[in-house]
């Protein structure tokens, strides 16, 4: 699954540069996790490094976007071909 922010975050700004797959962004008034770009963190860390830093614990798991351990790593190694296409 993609993870989610909820409408309780305050904007702090700590899971913006934490996130690898720059799949966090500021939306209209909350940050906001672009499911397409997370994956969890996984094939980076052994642990979504969003939820880590949360000082309010607002980053659950979406349940709209249910994906599997091999979905999400083949999700990673997608993203990183086309960081090396694009650079």
């Known amino acids: 699954m993609a993870l989610m922010i909820t409408d309780e975050c305050i904007n702090c700004d700590v899971c913006e540069p934490e996130c690898p797959n720059d799949a966090i962004s500021m939306g209209l008034e909350i940050y906001e996790i672009d ?3 997370c994956t969890e963190c996984v094939g980076h860390f052994d642990e979504p490094q ?3 830093v949360c000082p ?3 980053i659950p798991f979406n349940p709209a976007w249910r994906e599997t351990k091999e979905e999400l790593q083949a ?3 997608h993203l990183q ?3 090396k296409t694009a650079s």
């Open 50 to 52: 969003c939820q880590q």
């Open 75 to 77: 999700k990673y190694e």
């Open 81 to 83: 071909a086309e960081a």
């Open 56 to 58: 309010v614990e607002c």
């Open 35 to 37: 499911p397409h770009k």
